[in-house]
């Protein structure tokens, strides 16, 4: 295989116009979608386990309740009496990161290795710490932003768009280094070094690369939320 066989890019699938501009479905799009209906069929099968009743737990209903109560208690853990508001979106947010970054496994082209996907994760983390912010500060957070000397107000504002800068970016670079290196392994590499080898490469960068990231973006999240409480 060539240099020309490389292909690790978002792929247009079909176009059209509204109002004038040129949209497009795209990678991304699709494969988000199949992410969050497998997501969707995940909690429908598991909440249609946990309503059965059984003489004893069976093997799905134990696993479901496990991961829900590690996750609760993680939540928790990191944000003290504030966790019972925001639960239910930390716990939705990683399960959506986790999945899309492995969706890998499948031959999908994970949603994660588009920057506009992790920005915009970033984005609903960054206005719910500046609405945990302004609740908890009100006007305070005037003085907040001049501190310890007003000279450093641009700095200050800086800093707080940078959180969600930061936060995409990290998600987005991390998986898309996957992405690429996995691209560059399949197109380049001799046909008998795509045997066997391939699913170590998945298995760090897809499966164990993606579940870090995924505890990452997750505990930023509620460390950035939690300390705007403070």
Known sequence: MGSSDVDFFIHSYYEFKLFGTTLSINTTMVTTVIVCLILLALIVFARHEIMKDYDEPNVVQNVVEMIVEKMDAMVENNMGIHAKKYLNYV?????????????????????????????????????????????????????????????????NIISEFA????????????????????????????????????????????????????????????????????
């Open 91 to 155: 716990e939705a947010l990683m399960a959506f990161i986790f999945l899309s970054n492995i969706s890998g496994l499948f031959g999908l082209r994970p949603p994660t290795a588009d920057f506009g996907t992790t920005f915009g994760l970033a984005l609903i983390t960054f206005v719910m710490i500046e609405y945990a912010w302004i609740k908890t500060k009100g006007f305070g957070i005037i003085k907040d932003l001049l501190d310890p000397f007003p000279i450093f107000l641009p700095i």
């Open 163 to 230: 959180t969600p800068v930061s936060m995409s970016l990290r998600l987005f670079g991390n998986v898309t280094a996957g992405t690429i290196m996995l691209g560059l392994w399949y197109a380049l590499m001799p046909w008998f070094a795509k045997i066997g080898i391939p699913a170590f490469l998945h298995a760090y960068f897809d499966f164990f690369s993606g579940a870090i990231q995924t505890y990452v973006f997750g505990m930023l999240t509620m460390v950035f939320v939690a300390n705007r409480y403070e």
